[in-house]
């Protein structure tokens, strides 16, 4: 029998760690044949490039090369170079992972070619649609074939939005899959001590959503109270891009708050698994600490993923000075307790979604039977 080919898209950083399970053990089956296409979204040494070396991720076949720019012009452009590579590849499926502008796009683009999208990490939801990722969600989601759900919270709000039970399969986090099997490397490389740091006693920051990062004002009260935590404490803070400017005219510093470039996958897990706490508006870094048992204080209003918070360390400060302020003080208080991870959380996650992926039937023929790329569906 043919082989399936999925066609597998990355755009963005925390694309990277979530395809490169998937890769590998797509890889090992027999009955799929891969191809990879980058969108060039994220496209830095550091944003990008350190992490296919890192995590062994094949050369993409296709590099779209769109680079930065408003969330339209970005989508829009995406759009424009999928579509080609799609009607010259012939996919039988096209796989997306996570919520980011390359995420939507390429769903989008597969589906008005009626070609069956599978989305990881599907049914996350913030409720929150001024955060540009719940757009994408809910639209990438509305389009998928197949929904990989990688907590529980995502077959409850699947099933709210009347998406029929056999599209959708609880699979796990393919983000713990690379956590579990790259921490002993990322432990190996002495990052902690390279920084100047002690293991339990530094905390790791960061800050990259728009809603903390583009107002000045919103920037300077979420990080008053972690000046004054680094007064007692390094604070490590690997500045994305986005962030890296705004901060600088900010004119916010201290001794204690170390910012250094954005870190490659292996340096951040080493700092990240023996930090004494976390300080973010990420959504990998709540999961990671979760499994990692590191405390963690979330700078924003609402989570994706509450699961999170239910089985892990996470803890909803919102971004109120005062809030924050109280949510360091008791994570400093409180004793670390070992928990269990969450259910299926156990690096397995791409293996179950391979072996869906080997059980899925494309539609026959379809390529045979639409015509020109041009024609209507
Ligand atoms: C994107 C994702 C976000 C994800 C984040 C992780 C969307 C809507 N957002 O946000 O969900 O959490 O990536 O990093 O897709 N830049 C560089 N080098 C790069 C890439 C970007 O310098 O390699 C700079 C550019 O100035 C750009 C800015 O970062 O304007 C923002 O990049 P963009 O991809 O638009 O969004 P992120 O904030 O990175």
């Known amino acids: 029998m043919k082989p399936l080919h999925v066609l597998h898209v990355v755009g963005a950083r925390p694309n990277f760690m979530k395809i490169a399970p998937i890769l590998h053990?797509?890889?090992?089956?027999?009955?799929?044949?891969?191809?990879?296409?980058?969108?060039?979204?994220?496209?830095?040494?550091?944003?990008?490039?350190?992490?296919?070396?890192?995590?062994?991720?094949?050369?993409?076949?296709?590099?779209?090369?769109?680079?930065?720019?408003?969330?339209?012009?970005?989508t829009a452009l995406i759009l424009a170079r999928f579509e080609p590579v799609l009607l010259e590849r012939h996919p039988d499926l096209v796989l997306v992972v996570g919520d980011v502008n390359s995420t939507l796009a390429c769903s989008l683009c597969a589906a008005k070619l009626d070609i069956p999208v599978a989305h990881v990490e599907a049914g996350l939801r913030s409720f929150d649609r001024t955060m540009p990722e719940e757009i994408n969600r809910l639209v990438t989601d509305a389009v998928a074939d197949l929904l990989f759900v990688s907590e529980p919270s995502g077959l409850a709000h699947l099933k709210q939005e009347g998406v029929p039970d056999a599209k959708v399969h609880f699979v796990g986090n393919v983000m713990i899959d690379t956590l579990r099997a790259h921490l002993p490397r990322a432990k190996a490389t002495g990052a902690v001590s390279r920084h100047g740091l002690q293991p339990g006693q530094y905390a790791v920051l960061t800050l990259h959503r728009p809603s903390n990062v583009d107002d000045p004002e919103a920037l300077a009260r979420v990080l008053e109270p972690i000046l004054?935590?680094?007064?007692?404490?390094?604070?490590?803070?690997?500045?994305?891009?986005?962030?890296?400017?705004?901060?600088?005219?900010?004119?916010?510093?201290?001794?204690?708050?170390?910012?250094?470039?954005?870190?490659?996958?292996?340096?951040?897990?080493?700092?990240?698994?023996?930090?004494?706490?976390?300080l973010t508006d990420s959504g990998g870094i709540q999961?990671?600490?979760?499994?990692?048992?590191?405390?963690?204080?979330?700078?924003?209003?609402?989570?994706e993923r509450p699961v999170t918070v239910t089985h892990g360390t996470n803890v909803l400060a919102g971004t109120d000075p005062g809030r924050i302020r109280a949510?360091?003080?008791?994570?400093?208080?409180?004793?670390?307790?070992?928990?269990?991870?969450?259910?299926?959380?156990?690096?397995?996650?791409?293996?179950?979604?391979?072996?869906?992926?080997?059980?899925?039937?494309?539609?026959?023929?379809?390529?045979?039977?639409?015509g020109s790329p041009t024609s209507s569906r």
């Not at 999961?287 to 989570?303: A, S, W, Y």
């Open 287 to 303: 999961e990671e600490t979760t499994v990692l048992g590191v405390p963690c204080i979330t700078l924003r209003e609402n989570t």
């Open 25 to 74: 053990a797509a890889e090992r089956s027999p009955a799929l044949h891969s191809t990879l296409v980058h969108t060039g979204q994220h496209y830095d040494e550091r944003m990008a490039r350190l992490f296919f070396e890192e995590l062994d991720i094949p050369r993409p076949h296709v590099d779209l090369e769109v680079g930065s720019a408003s969330h339209a012009q970005q």
């Open 327 to 370: 949510a360091i003080g008791a994570a400093l208080e409180a004793p670390r307790e070992a928990k269990e991870p969450p259910p299926k959380w156990d690096g397995r996650a791409a293996e179950r979604i391979v072996q869906v992926l080997e059980g899925f039937s494309a539609p026959a023929a379809r390529w045979e039977s639409r």
């Open 228 to 278: 004054e935590l680094a007064r007692h404490m390094p604070v490590l803070f690997p500045v994305h891009p986005r962030t890296r400017e705004r901060l600088a005219r900010s004119g916010l510093s201290s001794p204690g708050l170390r910012t250094v470039e954005p870190l490659g996958y292996l340096e951040f897990l080493g700092l990240l698994a023996d930090a004494r706490l976390a």
